[in-house]
Nanobody, 126 residues
Framework: EVQLVESGGGLVQAGGSLRLSCTAS????????IGWFRQAPGKEREGVSC????????YYGDSVKGRFTAYRDNAKNTIYLQMSTLKPEDTAVYYC???????????????????WGKGTLVNVSS
């Protein structure tokens, strides 16, 4: 059974930091692209960061560049998202997703994700 389990969300003040984790099981982790998405209240889900299969350098959406840093640990089947200088507009449910044939269609659109976690809530207060 494929599982993606996110953790690390919570309430933080603007300017603060949080680290999210996503641990995967049930598929060959190293063969998959894997990334982070978020969905704010009343808005569409958008891509935040993505590791393409075989590429150690993650892609970032423009809104988080310079503030968020993603890490991938294939030995632990885990990715991390270190979020710094958080803003109220970063408030969202953050999801982890994975797929074999993923393409980055735009700044926030990563197509081809097959598996999704249930998400973890990040709430940034002003």
């Amino acid at each position: 059974e494929v599982q993606l389990v996110e953790s690390g969300g919570g309430l933080v003040q603007a300017g603060g930091s949080l680290r999210l984790s996503c641990t995967a099981s049930g598929f060959t982790f190293a063969d998959y692209a894997i990334g982070w998405f978020r969905q704010a209240p009343g808005k569409e889900r958008e891509g935040v960061s993505c590791f393409m299969s075989g590429d150690p350098d993650p892609y970032y959406g423009d809104s988080v560049k310079g503030r968020f840093t993603a890490y991938r640990d294939n030995a632990k089947n885990t990715i991390y998202l270190q979020m710094s200088t958080l803003k109220p507009e970063d408030t969202a449910v953050y999801y982890c997703a994975a797929g074999r044939d993923v393409t980055i269609a735009s700044d926030v659109d990563y197509m081809g994700m097959e598996y999704w976690g249930k998400g973890t809530l990040v709430n940034v207060s002003s």
